[in-house]
């Protein structure tokens, strides 16, 4: 009699658990389909698993990365927009294969490249690697065309580098233009080359402003695993001609 009795006492506090699991469950999946995926997500992750809880957990997560992707509308403008869907990634657990599957996926990489391109052109260069550095959501071949661009831009940095150390005073350096050729790859090599002009002024040994304009030959590496660009500046381009053609 007292096992049955023990046994009674089990099921009906298996019973009571499960319809309160089941509660629960229903409540959040009354939240994910009113839209609150915030309060979803955090009631079927309580739920450790029971159910399709992971399923509808994940499927929330997707709805708020969609929805905050689109609201970039046509174009990124600004790089706290990149940063944002990069930090809710993070705060998510999206790895690159999860937002792969996003409907928006193919979207949100036009958009970086036009990011990427557009505040190139700009000169904020730097800022634009920043935020593609850490990025881990996008695909490598999206990668590899942003870091192009961003290398091709960033060749401005290392040619005015070059010219300042012929300078008598670098600080004086102060860039009126610059321009940069698309950038041509070296298969063989395995980098790509760039030329940049610049037109600038500086100070010469009296203190006076001189202008001029030169060609520098820059190449550099793209290195998509490691979200990195390598420089090697070769030299003045035009001079260098010069030079060869004097010889």
């Known amino acids: ?21 089941q509660k629960e469950y229903e409540a959040a999946i009354a939240a994910y389909e009113s839209g609150d995926y915030e309060t979803a997500i955090s009631m079927f992750e309580n739920l450790g698993g029971y159910e399709e809880s992971d399923q509808y957990r994940n499927n929330a997560v997707v709805a708020i990365l969609n929805n905050s992707i689109t609201e970039l509308g046509g174009s ?12 809710l990634c993070a705060q ?18 036009s958009m970086l490249k036009t990011y990427t391109e557009e505040y190139c052109q700009t000169g904020a260069w730097r800022d634009c690697y920043s935020m593609l550095e850490p990025l881990t959501i996008v695909s490598d071949e999206c990668m590899e065309d942003c870091l192009i661009t961003y290398g091709r831009w960033a060749c401005v940095d290392v040619a005015e580098d070059y010219v300042k150390e012929t300078l008598k005073s670098p600080r ?14 070296k298969e063989d090599e395995g980098y790509y080359i760039v030329n940049v002009y610049l037109d600038y002024g500086a100070e010469n040994s009296f203190g006076a402003e001189v202008t001029d304009s030169t060609q520098i030959c820059v190449h550099y590496y793209i290195d998509v695993e490691n979200r990195t660009v390598e420089f ?7 001079g260098m001609l010069k030079d060869a053609l004097g010889g």
């Open 1 to 21: 009699m007292k096992r049955i009795i023990v046994i009674l006492i089990t099921l009906l506090m298996l019973t009571g658990c499960t319809s309160a699991e």
């Open 76 to 87: 990124i403008t600004d790089p706290m927009q990149v940063y944002d869907i990069r930090m």
């Open 92 to 109: 998510y657990g999206i790895t690159q294969d999860d937002f792969a599957q996003l409907e928006q996926a193919s979207t949100f990489e």
């Open 172 to 185: 004086s350096y102060y860039r009126y233009k610059a321009s940069v050729t698309a950038p041509n790859y």
């Open 232 to 238: 090697d500046c070769i030299g003045d381009a035009l």
